[in-house]
């Protein structure tokens, strides 16, 4: 018997559903034979005379626009070499002030002429930030996580990692407030940029890092622009919001103090939603340092390239040893970027003071960089932690993975085997058994009963390219994988969620657990699954149910948690047992959130999946990494928009099933 809840999103549409599922179970079983009896090869394969070549045309414009096009006295080239000339120099200044000191000269010529601060200066800064952002223990927080990179060995990396993070993040902020404002003034503008927002954060990193790298060839600068292009769309949104939520008598009162436009931006504005601001640009560094794996595939260095390596070399100790260090680094600059997020303004000091007792912090702070820096010149230790006092965990996490391996080696093949046979490998029949036509109709379908025609139209036009391109059975494939790690994140991260929401001991260990899952970068998690695995679709499975769990859990719990204490009172007080509590007042009032949770639980899950091509997936996310490993930018761009069409679609289709579901319960309105 179906719980009252899940049968309530689909009231008076069962037999719609029930009858759509059995055309296609029985279209995907039989249409091998079908194919064969008929002799009709297109039946399961788009005819290859009507395939567009969409990948010839975009790597055709992209040679042009490159090799050919001009801007009167400027080609396309002096551009690209522009924009990488104002993102170098600061990037070397940066890199220079934190790991490699100035020198003139290059090479073994190269003479130094300044050093680059002492990695105690580093840590006295960003502890002096956090205490001015908020108090002492988080002062002490973010030094004891800077520390940590130092004392793990860790530190030369870290630093280039933190030069890329310091370089990309007030690009992108700056550039996400200038689209805001825009959009603020402008609500066309932001209409129109709406979808090019949704390309971006859908649309698969690997995707745009090849014609990036053909635009500005391999190094530190494709990188920079990579992360920017990444990082930046959450800054866009959240400017938009926080201006549009800005009192109208707080704007009113503005103009009546007679602040002309510009001035009401910037001093009336941007100063009130400030608080707002300040998340987007948390978001903004969250997402560069997400970033940093992916970037060092094209030349970014860092802590990225090191949980690169070591995953190619299946070195688990040096992998965890670098992600954990990534976590780190995001979890001080996480903290204290929330911090300037709530920060109070503070009184001004009496200006009749020395400068040193004004700003005491700042003057104790400068004068320990310079005495440090200086010494640094003379005394090794002071600019670099003495390697000889590092220490190492990887052979602890090395021997660990062995240790599980060998004890633990025929239950481990046993869960695999049973998941491939009873689960992967029947869905995987079902889905790349579904004809291509049937597939547009059947996904036009759905969308249509859900969020109407527009939605179906949208939707036959975005799965009709992904066939029309000869990807259908790639992104069946894709679909599968989807389908199951959703599935099995699902199952685990509802009940957790659920748990979590009405028990505060459980919530506590919960959602430490997820942090610590959601800080974790993602290719950190291929590391230990491959060892355990081996590669393949149950190890892809794997990684991304650790990496797409978290959402279900959040909005599970949240869903719970926000039902109103009197609702479930009146349950009781009408005789309702625990179980029938939660199956029929609870569920069915969280039922908006955890379709959201869902949402959510698909779109990490499509991310992740195009980094699990690493393991040997067959998807979509293979072409993108070929694409890449070729520079081929028509087959990265088309097999990144094809996974965008799946994210966009299935993102739609849930919203519109939410805000169906919030309608019939009259919440959310």
């Known amino acids: 018997m179906k719980p009252a809840w899940f049968g309530g999103l689909f009231r ?25 009896a008929l002799d009709a090869r297109w039946i399961i394969r788009f005819p290859a005379s009507l395939t567009v070549p969409v990948d010839q045309w975009i790597s055709a414009f992209m040679a042009w626009l490159v090799e050919d096009a001009t801007f009167g006295l400027f080609t396309f080239r002096d551009l690209t070499r522009f924009v990488s000339a104002v993102i170098e120099a600061p990037y070397d200044l940066v890199r220079a002030l934190l790991i490699d000191g100035f020198a003139l000269g290059q090479g073994q010529q190269a003479v130094e002429v300044a050093p680059s601060l002492s990695w105690i200066a580093v840590i006295a800064i960003i502890a002096a930030l956090a205490w001015y952002a908020k108090n002492r223990a988080l002062a002490m927080l973010a030094a004891v996580c800077f520390a940590y990179l130092a004392v793990f060995g860790q530190w030369a990396s870290a630093m280039v990692t933190l030069a890329s993070v310091l370089i990309a993040v007030p690009i992108g902020v700056a550039g996400g407030l200038a689209l805001g404002i825009v959009s603020y003034r402008h609500p066309w503008f932001e209409r129109m940029l709406r979808p090019l927002l949704d390309l971006m954060q859908t649309v698969p990193v690997f995707a745009y890092l090849v014609p990036i790298l053909f635009l500005f060839g391999f190094g530190p600068v494709s990188a920079l622009v990579a992360t920017v292009i990444y990082a930046m769309p959450p800054m866009v949104r959240v400017s938009t919001v926080a ?4 009192p109208e008598d707080v704007i009113e009162a503005g103009r009546m103090m007679g602040c002309k436009r510009r001035q009401l931006l910037w001093k009336v504005l941007v100063p009130t939603a400030m608080p707002s601001l300040m998340v987007g640009v948390n978001q903004v560094i969250m997402l560069s340092l997400n970033m940093v794996i992916i970037a060092s595939m094209i030349g970014a260095g860092g802590l990225g390239y090191d949980v690169l390596t070591a995953l190619r070399r299946l070195d688990i ?16 600059l996480d903290r204290v970027s929330q911090a300037f997020a709530v920060r109070k303004v503070r009184a001004r000091p009496d200006p009749a003071l020395p400068f040193h007792q004004r700003h005491p912090l700042f003057a104790s702070v400068a004068a320990l960089t310079a005495a440090t820096t200086a010494l640094g010149v003379f005394i090794p230790g002071f600019r670099l932690y003495p390697e000889q006092l590092t220490i190492t965990t990887g052979p602890f996490w090395t021997e660990t993975m062995e240790w599980i391996n060998v004890n633990f080696f ?28 049937w597939g547009i109709i059947a996904i036009a379908l759905a969308a249509g009963r859900t969020g109407g025609w527009k939605l179906a139209l949208m939707a036959a036009l975005m799965t009709l390219f992904i066939a029309a391109n000869g990807l259908w059975a790639k992104a069946m494939i894709t679909v599968y994988l989807i389908t199951v790690s959703v599935l099995i994140a699902s199952a685990i991260g509802i009940p957790l969620g659920i748990w979590a929401g009405q028990n505060a001991r459980a919530n ?29 679709d149950f190890s892809a499975m794997i990684a991304v149910v650790l990496y797409a769990l978290a959402p279900a859990v959040r909005y599970a719990a949240h869903g719970i948690r926000s039902i109103e204490p009197e609702v479930i009172e009146a349950g009781r007080v009408s005789g309702c047992t625990e179980r029938q509590l939660l199956m029929r007042i609870k569920l069915p009032l969280a039922a908006p959130s955890l379709l959201l949770g869902l949402n959510q639980t698909i779109m990490l899950a499509i991310s992740m999946l195009v980094i699990t091509a690493l393991v040997g997936t067959r998807d979509l996310g293979q072409e993108v990494y070929i694409a890449l490993t070729k520079a081929n930018t028509g087959q990265g761009i088309v097999a990144g928009l094809s996974v965008a069409f799946i994210a966009i679609i299935s993102d739609r289709i849930l919203t519109a099933l939410a805000r169906a579901s919030q309608q019939r319960l009259g919440v959310g309105q």
């Open 12 to 36: 008076g549409s069962r037999p719609f559903w029930l009858g759509l599922f059995a055309i296609t179970w029985a279209l995907s079983t039989w249409s091998f034979q079908l194919y064969k």
């Open 243 to 246: 201006l549009h939520s800005v």
């Open 317 to 332: 100790g040096g992998g965890i040893e670098a992600g954990l260090a990534i976590v780190v680094m995001a979890i001080a």
């Open 410 to 437: 025929d239950t481990l093949e046993a869960i695999k085997t049973a998941l491939l046979t009873w689960l992967l490998l029947p869905v995987k029949r079902f889905f790349t058994g579904i004809p291509w036509a």
């Open 508 to 536: 506590t260990v919960i959602g430490a657990m997820i942090d610590t899952l959601q800080t974790l970068p993602s290719f950190v998690y291929l590391i230990p699954v491959v060892m355990l695995f081996r590669v393949g």
